[in-house]
């Protein structure tokens, strides 16, 4: 799967975001450093929404299995 990073300018550098990933949103001084809080700030989202999951099914009966998101 392939997500698309906007990055905009602005008066204190860059502003960056995840169009697919609300909640991935980043700034930097630089467009490099953009990019690279950027990619932090997607693993945050990723790992909370994953904490929040697992408190969400604690005592539940669940399957777990791999989910591959590619074109078909």
Do not use: C, H
């Not at 953009?34 to 700030?41: F, G, V």
């Amino acid at each position: 799967m392939k997500m698309t990073a906007v990055f905009m300018a602005v008066p204190e550098g860059y502003i960056g975001f995840v169009e697919e990933l609300p909640g991935a949103n980043t700034q930097g001084d630089t467009l490099d450093e953009a990019r690279e809080n950027l990619k932090e700030a997607v693993y945050m989202v990723l790992e909370a929404n994953r904490e929040l999951a697992e408190r969400s099914i604690v005592g539940k009966e669940v399957s777990r299995e791999p989910f591959d998101l590619t074109s078909p």
